[in-house]
């Protein structure tokens, strides 16, 4: 069996609900025995008296994290299918602020509301009733606010790309991190404990320690070389048409990498188009590709793929036509015929742009002085060139 | 019902890291809650006023004619989270009617309850700009790494920390 198994079609959205009420059951259990279904408790994380908000949130990002590349290192998660948050950093960085100023006010968040809602506190209620009138003055104000709302999009971008890192590595340093950070926390408690003249809030030891050991040992457990690859069925992979690749490279460039496998390397290669250095193989070239991007192979209809491509675990798809229809397609000026359509002009015009996106070179202007939407040009004129 | 201690916060954590990673491998992503609570609005707004509902895109994007914007995974989650919160608080002798601040708290019912408001209207601001909250963003996000969740994540704190002074008086 592979995991996740809704995004791998294993059951449909109707299970999938029902899944939800379960899920969602254990979640709303486990933040009420944290104590987060009370504000005094959530509040006390500012105040420097009690870190029980980071050390739950630290423990269970930790776990899950772990969690996931150990089914990884055992080839029972493929996670090319898994669902990572986009990152749009100016808002997500002015949300995080904002959210943790209405955190202390309120005393919850909006998942804590709902559990202190459940257990009768109307300090809850009003919380959860103000996230959803915050999220109304939001469609309101939608129109003055989608620029900054949509700016800073750096697509899916993870951790192990930023910092140009292999993934267990990532994986160790943060519970390193979480380590450091809860006992840093323990010794802040200890302080103001003191100068409160109050107990500190000791968990026992012995308790946090198995915790600490078991996990750190899972940690160094994702450092394994994957047993077998997360590919159930060998090596069948989809197509993608020139089209869709052609607008994907205008529009999520870092949501692929074009893999050139051709036998012969053509003289105008698909821009951006990325082979392994000399004496290296499929298989190593493949394994430092980020999981999170598709591979679109470039390559001769009638070849096998080569086997170590099996080494990838992200989504795999070869381009339909090869190199010469996309060529074709999209890296030759495109020519006018004498009777259009509204759909061809509207083709044509398309791939015009394509076309001087992809080769930043100057194209046969449209029949009629149309200009393109001026966020297109602006787009065009900053992205131009090769890859 | 006499209250039973909350969990060791290290047990707490690996049990709601094991939620959330039995979530990631049925389904393929987190937990979330925001946008329950959104949804729970754009539904209340449509059926008090239809007229001004639509007279925002954005919010007629989640519903329309045809459209209940109640039937999404994430609202069948909150339920399960409420139902979860009402087990949770019946067998740990926490379920109360009240309205809860510092002990020492000077304020009063209704500006604790004004608080709360206030502050859950900027938390549903800012989970929109963010596309999620701490449960969709730093807690999901965070295990799968991604930057804008763990950008988000370290912001929260920023955040509450630099407001804390003052309202310190709430939680006294």
Same mark, same amino acid.
């Given at each position: 069996?592979?995991?996740?198994?809704?995004?791998?079609?294993?059951?449909?959205?109707?299970?999938?609900?029902?899944?939800?009420?379960?899920?969602?059951?254990?979640?709303?259990? @486990?933040?009420?025995?944290?104590?987060?279904?009370?504000?005094?408790?959530? +509040? &006390?994380?500012?105040?420097?008296?009690?870190?029980? @908000? %980071?050390? @739950?949130?630290?423990?269970?990002?930790?776990?899950?994290?772990?969690? %996931?590349?150990?089914?990884?290192?055992?080839?029972?998660?493929?996670?090319?299918?898994?669902?990572?948050?986009?990152?749009?950093?100016?808002?997500?960085?002015?949300?995080?602020? %904002?959210?943790?100023?209405?955190?202390?006010?309120?005393?919850?968040?909006?998942?804590?509301?709902?559990?202190?809602?459940?257990?009768?506190?109307?300090?809850?209620?009003?919380?959860?009733?103000?996230?959803?009138?915050?999220?109304?003055?939001?469609?309101? +104000?939608?129109?003055?606010?989608?620029?900054?709302?949509?700016?800073?999009?750096?697509?899916?971008?993870?951790?192990?790309?930023?910092?140009?890192?292999?993934?267990? *590595?990532? @994986?160790?340093?943060?519970?390193?991190?979480?380590?450091?950070?809860?006992?840093?926390? !323990?010794?802040? !408690?200890?302080? *103001?404990?003191?100068? !409160?003249?109050?107990?500190?809030?000791?968990?026992?030891?012995?308790?946090?320690?198995?915790?600490?050991?078991?996990?750190?040992?899972?940690?160094?457990?994702?450092?394994?070389?994957?047993?077998?690859?997360?590919?159930?069925?060998?090596? !069948?992979?989809?197509?993608?048409?020139?089209?869709? %690749?052609?607008?994907?490279?205008?529009?999520?460039?870092?949501?692929?990498?074009?893999?050139?496998?051709?036998?012969?390397?053509?003289?105008?290669?698909?821009?951006? &188009?990325?082979?392994?250095?000399?004496?290296?193989?499929?298989?190593?070239?493949?394994?430092?590709?980020?999981?999170?991007?598709?591979?679109?192979?470039?390559?001769?209809?009638?070849?096998?793929?080569?086997?170590?491509?099996? &080494?990838?675990?992200?989504?795999?798809?070869?381009?339909?036509?090869?190199?010469? =229809?996309?060529?074709?397609?999209?890296?030759?000026?495109?020519?006018?015929?004498?009777?259009?359509?509204?759909?061809?002009?509207?083709?044509?015009?398309?791939?015009? &742009?394509?076309?001087?996106?992809?080769?930043?070179?100057?194209?046969?202007?449209?029949?009629?002085?149309?200009?393109?939407?001026?966020?297109?040009?602006?787009?065009?004129? =900053?992205?131009?060139?090769?890859? | 019902?006499?209250?039973?201690?909350?969990?060791?916060?290290?047990?707490?954590?690996?049990?709601?890291?094991?939620?959330?990673?039995?979530?990631?491998?049925?389904?393929?992503?987190?937990?979330?809650?925001? $946008?329950?609570?959104?949804?729970?609005?754009?539904?209340?707004?449509?059926?008090?006023?239809?007229?001004?509902?639509?007279?925002?895109?954005?919010?007629?994007?989640?519903?329309?004619?045809?459209?209940?914007?109640?039937?999404?995974?994430?609202?069948?989650?909150?339920?399960?989270?409420?139902?979860?919160?009402?087990?949770?608080?019946?067998?740990?002798?926490?379920?109360?009617? $009240?309205?809860?601040?510092?002990?020492?708290?000077?304020?009063?019912?209704?500006?604790?309850?004004?608080?709360?408001?206030?502050?859950?209207?900027?938390?549903?601001?800012?989970?929109?700009?963010?596309?999620?909250?701490?449960?969709?963003?730093?807690?999901?996000?965070?295990?799968?790494?991604?930057?804008?969740?763990?950008?988000?994540?370290?912001?929260?704190?920023?955040?509450?920390?630099?407001?804390?002074?003052?309202?310190?008086?709430?939680?006294?």
């Amino acid at each position: 069996m592979i995991f996740p198994l809704y995004q791998l079609d294993a059951f449909q959205l109707p299970t999938a609900k029902a899944l939800a009420v379960i899920l969602g059951l254990l979640f709303g259990l @486990v933040l009420e025995r944290s104590g987060f279904g009370r504000a005094p408790v959530l +509040a &006390a994380q500012f105040y420097y008296r009690d870190n029980r @908000v %980071l050390k @739950v949130m630290f423990t269970s990002i930790v776990t899950a994290l772990v969690g %996931l590349s150990v089914f990884r290192a055992f080839g029972l998660l493929d996670f090319g299918a898994m669902v990572v948050p986009k990152t749009f950093l100016w808002p997500m960085l002015a949300g995080g602020f %904002l959210l943790g100023a209405g955190f202390i006010m309120s005393g919850y968040c909006p998942g804590t509301s709902i559990v202190a809602t459940a257990s009768r506190k109307l300090d809850g209620l009003m919380t959860f009733v103000g996230v959803a009138l915050g999220s109304i003055v939001f469609g309101f +104000a939608y129109p003055w606010v989608k620029g900054f709302f949509l700016s800073g999009d750096m697509g899916v971008y993870r951790l192990p790309d930023l910092l140009h890192v292999p993934e267990p *590595v990532v @994986v160790l340093a943060v519970f390193v991190m979480a380590v450091g950070a809860f006992v840093g926390a !323990e010794a802040l !408690e200890k302080k *103001v404990a003191a100068k !409160e003249h109050a107990p500190a809030p000791m968990g026992l030891r012995p308790v946090r320690n198995g915790v600490f050991v078991t996990l750190g040992v899972l940690t160094l457990l994702s450092f394994m070389p994957p047993l077998k690859p997360a590919r159930a069925a060998g090596l !069948e992979v989809g197509t993608i048409s020139p089209w869709t %690749l052609a607008r994907t490279m205008v529009k999520d460039r870092s949501s692929i990498e074009i893999l050139c496998m051709r036998r012969e390397i053509p003289k105008k290669p698909i821009p951006g &188009a990325i082979r392994p250095p000399k004496g290296m193989s499929w298989a190593e070239f493949v394994s430092q590709i980020p999981t999170t991007r598709t591979l679109v192979l470039v390559i001769e209809k009638d070849r096998a793929l080569p086997q170590g491509l099996s &080494a990838f675990q992200g989504k795999i798809v070869r381009l339909e036509g090869g190199y010469e =229809k996309f060529k074709k397609l999209f890296m030759e000026p495109p020519k006018l015929e004498g009777d259009m359509t509204p759909a061809k002009l509207r083709a044509f015009e398309e791939r015009n &742009a394509i076309f001087r996106f992809l080769t930043g070179s100057k194209a046969p202007s449209a029949p009629r002085p149309k200009r393109m939407p001026r966020k297109t040009r602006r787009k065009l004129k =900053k992205d131009g060139g090769c890859g | 019902m006499e209250r039973k201690p909350l969990w060791n916060p290290y047990v707490a954590g690996v049990a709601l890291g094991l939620v959330l990673l039995l979530t990631f491998l049925l389904m393929g992503f987190g937990l979330g809650a925001s $946008g329950s609570a959104a949804r729970l609005g754009y539904g209340a707004l449509y059926v008090a006023a239809p007229g001004l509902a639509a007279k925002s895109d954005y919010i007629s994007h989640y519903v329309h004619p045809g459209v209940n914007p109640l039937d999404n995974w994430l609202v069948y989650l909150t339920v399960g989270v409420f139902l979860g919160g009402i087990i949770g608080s019946m067998t740990g002798g926490r379920n109360d009617f $009240g309205t809860l601040m510092g002990a020492n708290s000077d304020y009063s019912k209704r500006k604790r309850l004004l608080m709360a408001l206030v502050g859950g209207v900027l938390m549903g601001i800012a989970a929109r700009f963010a596309r999620g909250c701490t449960s969709g963003q730093a807690l999901s996000g965070g295990a799968l790494l991604s930057v804008g969740s763990w950008a988000f994540m370290m912001m929260v704190f920023v955040g509450g920390y630099a407001v804390a002074p003052l309202v310190r008086r709430q939680w006294k």
